[in-house]
C-alpha cells in the first residue's frame, strides 16, 4: 500500500484529477483514438490545453469524474433482450 492519495482512488487530494486520452483508454479498455472520436463527438467531456482546439494536434484531458459519469451513463440496466425462435414450418403435403 501506498500514503499517496493520488494512487488510492484516482483522484488527487486537493481537487479532481485529469486523465489523458490514454489513460481514459486504459481505463475503459478501448483504444485512445475511440476515447478521441467521443471527445470530438461530445459524449464525452474534456478541456483542450492546447492553444487552439483547432491547432494541428490538439491536446485534451479528461476530468476523473466525466469518465465515471460517461461509463453510469452507458451502463445496461435491463436485461439483454432473448431471442425470441420463430416455430418451424409446417409442411404442407
Request: glycine share 4%; with cysteine.
Given at each position: 500500500?501506498?500514503?499517496?492519495?493520488?494512487?488510492?482512488?484516482?483522484?488527487?487530494?486537493?481537487?479532481?484529477?485529469?486523465?489523458?486520452?490514454?489513460?481514459?483508454?486504459?481505463?475503459?479498455?478501448?483504444s485512445?483514438?475511440?476515447?478521441?472520436?467521443?471527445?470530438?463527438?461530445?459524449?464525452?467531456?474534456?478541456?483542450c490545453?492546447?492553444?487552439?482546439?483547432?491547432s494541428?494536434?490538439?491536446?485534451?484531458?479528461?476530468?476523473?469524474?466525466?469518465v465515471?459519469?460517461?461509463?453510469?451513463?452507458?451502463?445496461?440496466?435491463?436485461?439483454?433482450?432473448?431471442?425470441?425462435?420463430?416455430?418451424?414450418?409446417?409442411?404442407?403435403?
Amino acid at each position: 500500500m501506498t500514503d499517496d492519495p493520488t494512487e488510492m482512488d484516482g483522484r488527487a487530494a486537493d481537487g479532481p484529477r485529469m486523465l489523458t486520452p490514454s489513460q481514459v483508454a486504459e481505463r475503459l479498455s478501448c483504444s485512445k483514438d475511440l476515447v478521441l472520436d467521443l471527445i470530438h463527438a461530445g459524449a464525452l467531456p474534456a478541456v483542450c490545453i492546447s492553444k487552439s482546439v483547432r491547432s494541428r494536434k490538439p491536446v485534451f484531458r479528461v476530468r476523473f469524474d466525466d469518465v465515471d459519469r460517461f461509463v453510469e451513463g452507458r451502463m445496461v440496466r435491463r436485461p439483454a433482450r432473448q431471442i425470441l425462435r420463430r416455430p418451424p414450418y409446417e409442411r404442407i403435403v
